[in-house]
């Protein structure tokens, strides 16, 4: 018998100790699911108009780009090329679209309004809207336009950065935003009932088990509409404020293994109906490059898997020990 399963783990957890992104969306649309990031030129509140300068002290000049995006393109030219990589592989999929790089709210609400629609209208088996942003701009009339956009066939959901629930962090990370920003902002969203999906930074210097804990707690109490999270290890990305901090030696290392152990500790006090989107960052260019030992995301995974399975733990043990 395996240590999970002597431990009480439920079924569902058998296989894989915590849900997965894919394992939530099959259950949510009754289909195998598939984002298509789309780059749609936006760029960043505090980056120069060519998005290669400023922004978050971590982040690279790529922001949020997905490496499968290539080239700032026609938004539908983009999409289509996507979408027919996935078709082929599974024909029965569906797809959800993904404005996923740098700020994809920033923009006057007209030109978002063309901007949404002419990825909606690229392909017709999108069952989501996916729109990742700050909470700092996301205003009123945007939110209504987000839930103007959905339709009986197509949900529109939210990815919302906040880091870390602690100022002195998102300081830090030069963020300019506050918690209380993301706090506002999911408590905008609420009454039109969109999902969020917030993302976190694990590796924070400064930042142990209470603290990496304290931001979970607080972002289940503060965003009516969690479906789920994003969890990323902090990277010292060559070019980066943070990697230069790192190399005058003014910063601590952040390993794979304390991710590893940072994460299957997450994921035991994670209610169970929460999905683990995703769990570790994009590396860009050769993980050689970045402090630490990064490892990409299927092998990060496997590992994780592992460790759990070795451990006893499952998602959201340390709940019901608890007796929660």
Request: aromatic letters at 8%; charged letters at 20%.
């Amino acid at each position: 018998m395996s240590p999970a399963a002597a431990t009480g783990c439920p079924p569902q957890f058998r296989d894989i100790p915590y849900l997965t992104m894919g394992r939530f969306l099959q259950q949510r649309f009754g289909h195998r699911v598939f984002k298509i990031g789309v780059d749609a030129g936006f760029s960043c509140p505090h980056r120069g108009s060519d998005r290669r300068r400023g922004g978050c002290s971590f982040c690279s000049p790529d922001g949020a780009r997905s490496p499968l995006i290539g080239d700032a393109r026609h938004i539908p030219e983009q999409i289509q090329r996507n979408a027919a990589y996935w078709r082929e592989r599974y024909p029965d999929c569906r797809l959800m679209l993904y404005f996923q790089a740098y700020t994809s709210t920033l923009a006057p609400t007209a030109a978002l309004r063309r901007i949404y629609r002419a990825g909606l209208e690229a392909d017709e088996g999108f069952v989501a809207l996916v729109v990742g942003t700050r909470p700092d701009c996301l205003p009123d009339e945007v939110i209504q336009l987000l839930a103007e956009l959905r339709s009986p066939g197509c949900e529109v959901w939210v990815e919302l950065g906040l880091q870390s629930s602690h100022e002195e962090s998102l300081q830090l990370l030069a963020r300019g935003h506050s918690a209380d920003s993301y706090r506002d902002a999911a408590a905008r969203l609420a009454p039109y009932g969109i999902p969020v999906v917030p993302h976190l930074i694990f590796g924070i210097p400064g930042e142990g088990q209470q603290e990496r804990q304290v931001t979970l707690e607080w972002v289940q109490r503060f965003t009516p509409g969690l479906i789920g999270v994003k969890i990323h290890n902090l990277l010292y990305i060559p070019g980066t404020p943070l990697h230069r901090a790192y190399m005058r030696g003014e910063l601590p290392l952040y390993t794979l293994d304390d991710h590893l152990e940072a994460v299957a500790d997450a994921l035991s006090v994670l209610p169970p109906h929460l999905a683990a989107m995703r769990l570790t960052a994009d590396i860009p260019g050769d993980p050689a490059d970045i402090p630490g030992n990064p490892a990409k995301s299927p092998v990060f995974t496997g590992r994780l898997q592992r460790y759990m399975r070795e451990q006893g733990l499952f998602q959201g043990c340390r709940l019901r020990n608890q007796g929660t």
